[in-house]
């Protein structure tokens, strides 16, 4: 079929346009790569000279400076220090084995360090440069810059080390910071490049760890000339990175100090808190370690000395702690019953020196008993069998409920390690747990916080403050992130009646400031500052009937593993509660002549903003404290002291 004259010109009109379009795609194809050629061959003539004279460019990360810590009042808690180091890098050294030999006859070196080394170099990509020695002294590090031409691949650098100012105060709380491990990386789904750097530090436990994100900051990069035998020529480019946020904690360090010293070498852990707002003023185990031991390497002999104690210094016994709390459970199974309207604050139980039930024998600590007993005296002079009565007639789900409600039980969002939510049985608790049903005994023992009940000092001190204010105060231990202050968690009341509050706290106030009290000889004589608190002892072995009937092993002779645990919370002041404490005394025996006075001076040192005041406690005591405060005070950082000079 012939075609028309007009389709003949549409057709040929149709291949003129296409033929137009493919030329001009490819004539603009040539202008970009003739233009990118001028570019390389004429703008960057000189780049690639160099480069043809076997220069090569490297780029590599730089570290962030880690974020700095610091107390509420701004005190330095965790900072940064120059750190003079030697790095080698495969790809530029050549012969690493070599260049290290060498490097050995600069500065020390042992053939331990050089194996290290080159193990090291194995398992790393060989741009990534490899730390050979750090920490070292200006002297040292001058010689290897005067040597690095023939050290090729080796650079002298200055870097920032972790430093802990205040050493033993906030090991605990702080933790330190360690190099990158192969279980820190593994899991990680897609770990920050900067911690492929060999040596690089993150937190290993609490804030330092907990708060890492925060904390390490954004790498930088530097692109620099090396030439042929792996000696940097120039810096050719430099982005910083973003440091770390600084993070400013709750904790008041000066109160910190104080608890620390006041603990001394017991077996211990104390809570100082807020009443109001949450915030933990202060949060101490006892002993202590000093977490620079960490950072610089610690030896195997300082390791073994801590692993060894059998006082248990690396465990923070603040918040992994889990102990019966003993009488100072009291006010939850009070509440409880009071609640659950079985009792009024008026009602009386009473007491022979024991309580029978199934057969068995429940015993009072008074073994002549105290006869009639309403709350206030049961709570002022702990008497066991008034909580062994009123707990069978409220039952153990209400108990632990008002535990909970308290704060026991459950584990408290702080970025601490380990934190436990202790135990706050129930009957669904022990079915759960051991596929049993829930006894009476079980109640009996749990009304006085033994038997299946755990708590952490962590929690005593967050159940006092809540009893003390009568609402869900929350612990929190950071104050605010990158300058940026952190709302105060809500604390909703407790929904518990007002006279059944107060009924509870004139309890407590009876432990402290009335004769019969079990507190009483730790009461504070300032009438301003007057305090509230539970004593509490917590046996950690049974007693048989047999040793009854001869007579009850006194702790002092007894050895230290098997003795009591002292425990006592408090609050003050009375009429108008700021500050919750806790203490706990691992096999400290009673917690009134033990753990009482820690919590009374903990109080005061909070209160009133300085060592506590001779004229707080009582006048037959004054001589004894002089002594005691005059022994702390030499422990503690003079006001106008450097916090660098105690590292």
Known sequence: MRRSARDTEDSARIITRRALFMGGSMAAVVAVLGARMRYMQVDQADQFRMLAERNRVSIRLIPPARGQIFDRNGKLIAGNEQNYRVVITREDAGDVNEVLHRLAGVIPLTPDDIERTLAEVKRRSPFVPIIVADRLQWDDLSKVALNTPSLPGVTPEVGLSRTYPL????????????????????????????????????????????????????????????????????????????AGQDIRLTIDADVQNFMQARLGQESAAAVAMDVQNGDILAIVSAPSFDPNLFVRGISYKDYEALTGNDHRPLANKAVQGAYPPGSTFKMVTALAALEAGVITPETTVSCPGHYEMGGRRFHCWKRGGHGGVSLERSLAESCDVYYYDIAQRVGIDKIAEMGRRLGLGMRHDLPMSAITEGVMPDKAWKQERYSQDWRIGDTINASIGQGYVLTSPLQLAVMTARVASGRAVVPRLVRSIGGEELAVPDAPPLGLDAAQLRAVRGGMFAVINSQRGTGYSTRIADD????????GTSQVRNISAAERARGVISNEDLPWERRDHALFVGYAPYDNPRVAVSVVVEHGGGGSSVAGPIVRDILLRALTGGMPPLTAYPTNQRNRIETQLKELKLRQPSPDTDTKSRA
């Open 167 to 242: 050493d033993t105060d906030f090991a605990h709380v702080v933790g330190y910071v360690g190099p990158v491990s192969e279980s820190d990386l593994a899991k990680l789904e897609d770990p920050d490049p900067l911690l492929q750097i060999p040596k690089f530090q993150i937190g290993k436990i609490g804030v330092e760890t907990w708060m890492e994100a925060s904390l390490r900051g954004k790498a930088g990069n530097t692109r620099i000339e090396v030439n042929a035998v792996g000696r940097v020529m120039r810096e050719l480019e430099r982005i910083e990175g973003d």
């Open 528 to 535: 301003t500052l007057v305090m509230a608190g539970k004593s």
